[in-house]
């Protein structure tokens, strides 16, 4: 049965997305075994790593976040009893460990192109590209949340559409930095007894709006020559960035037809900025519920559906920290009114679209696709594949709650079935994070 789908489908891309990233994964849910005590320790990160090369992804993404929420109810208490977004430690700590320990893995930091220092980025991104030998990509955000603009000295953050503008810029600035140091000006030249040719490295007098930088670099140039670019922002101008720029873009979407529609939108964006379509990915989030048959996991997927309708505001205090909402103040039985907010916009338009009232929003509540996969790895496999093929590329990136179980459920179960199809790869070809992925 398998083989007949080895000829006419192009291979597609796995990712892994990793919400929460290095904060507290599986609190007081079971399998989390010791995690949640040694939340603090990069052993469950390199772990997943390590089965994500073994089932040969692409690449691991990395999510953060610069606050401690208070916005369900005004007070920081529902979100630290419950270990949501906080405590999270910074995750670029994890980046090497995570190159030591694999060898073809893409690893995926977040930052923040409102608060860091774009020379300092683009420094420290260029290091872990030359440590890790090419595997390294970024992800960019602007940052949406208000206490974390007060976190870096702002009263209020900055707009919306302005963060975008100097995002922009910002990305303009660190690929110039990159391209300060030509790939061959480190010669290391014994005869001669020159390490760099100074005729390879120039400054780049960069003075923009918001940023400028005199350059260059005081390190070489990645050896990707710029590092994987990602972004996630879904409104229309986080699409226009992500068109100007990016080499990956990450959607959660819950429909074959909404994930079409999007892939269909950015390509002629990405064409209109007068690049190739082909050269930005498009990953979408997906969350599979997997069992040994169809009935095990129809029955784990019904028993979260049950935890996610007994606390409605577990997800809305999520969606509030995103959004910067207080939905505690808000009837959970009536109609729902339009809502607007500097946060993200893109993220609350698909919330506030999955139900006509906050209570039916919350029991809806889902980041991705995930309602129709659900199932054994043949039936998951099969419905992953025909997404694929009705959406037209160019892969996944997974998001489900972090545990061991949970990732051997997928790299150990679900990705050798989608191999055995000749749908993902079965081997890198590659030794940089950006060949793999432009490779099919
Ligand atoms: C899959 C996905 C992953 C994201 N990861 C992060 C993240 O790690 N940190 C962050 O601050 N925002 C993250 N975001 C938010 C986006 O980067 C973006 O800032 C947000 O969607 C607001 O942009 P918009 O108004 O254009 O939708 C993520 C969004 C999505 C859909």
Redesign the pocket.
């Known amino acids: 049965m398998a083989e007949r789908h080895n000829l006419a489908v192009r291979q597609f891309h796995l990712g892994w997305?990793l919400?929460n990233?290095f904060g507290v994964h599986g609190w007081n849910q079971p399998w989390s075994g010791v995690d949640a005590r040694e939340w603090a320790q990069p052993d469950l990160h390199i772990e997943l790593a390590g089965a994500l090369e073994r089932a040969c992804f692409d690449c691991l993404?990395?999510?953060?976040?610069?606050f401690v929420p208070d916005n369900y109810g005004g007070s920081m208490d529902f979100y630290l009893e419950r270990a949501l977004r906080a405590p999270k430690n910074d995750p670029l700590p994890l980046v090497p460990l995570i190159a030591q320990a694999t060898k073809h893995l893409g690893i995926v930091p977040?930052i923040?192109t409102s608060f860091y220092p774009p020379y300092l980025l683009a420094r420290l991104i260029a290091t872990l590209d030359l440590m890790s030998k090419g595997r390294v990509g970024c992800?960019?955000?602007?940052?949406?949340?208000e206490r974390?603009a007060q976190n870096f000295g702002l009263d209020a953050h900055l707009e919306?559409d302005l963060r975008?503008e100097m995002a922009d810029e910002f990305v303009d600035l660190v690929t110039k930095l990159w391209s300060s140091w030509d790939a061959d000006a480190v010669v290391a030249d014994r005869e001669t007894g020159i390490f760099v040719d100074p005729a390879k490295v120039r400054a780049i007098d960069f003075k923009g709006r918001f940023f400028s930088s005199r350059g260059p670099l005081n390190t070489a140039q990645p050896p990707q020559g710029r590092p994987v670019l990602v972004?996630?922002?879904?409104?229309?101008?986080?699409?226009a960035?992500a068109a100007r720029h990016m080499d990956v873009v990450?959607?959660?979407l819950g429909t074959v037809a909404e994930m079409k529609a999007f892939r269909d939108d950015m390509r002629k964006r990405v064409a209109a900025e007068g690049r190739d379509p082909d050269s930005c990915k498009v990953l979408f989030?997906v969350s599979p519920t997997l069992g040994e048959t169809n009935e095990e996991a129809e029955d784990r997927a019904a028993r979260r559906q049950a935890q996610r309708e007994a606390a409605p505001e577990v997800s809305l205090a999520m969606m509030g920290s995103?959004t910067d909402i207080d939905f505690s103040t808000f009837d959970l039985d009536a109609p729902l009114a339009e809502l607007t907010?500097n946060?993200?916009?893109?993220?609350?338009?698909r919330f506030l679209a999955q139900g006509r009232t906050l209570r039916e929003v919350a029991a809806n509540y889902r980041?991705?696709f995930e309602d129709a996969v659900v199932g054994s790895v043949e039936r998951v496999a099969d419905v992953m594949e025909e997404a694929m093929e009705q959406v037209g590329g160019d892969g996944f990136?997974f998001?489900g709650p972090l545990s061991r179980r949970y990732v051997a459920d997928v790299t150990d179960g679900l990705v050798p079935a989608l191999q055995k199809r000749g749908l993902v790869r079965t081997a890198y070809a590659h030794a940089h994070f950006r060949d793999n992925l432009f490779a099919f």
């Open positions: 997305f919400g990233s993404l990395l999510e953060d976040s610069l977040t923040s992800n960019f955000v602007t940052s949406t949340a974390a919306h975008y972004q996630a922002g879904g409104s229309p101008q986080g699409k960035f990450v959607a959660a989030v995103l907010t946060g993200q916009q893109g993220t609350l338009k980041f991705g990136m998001n």
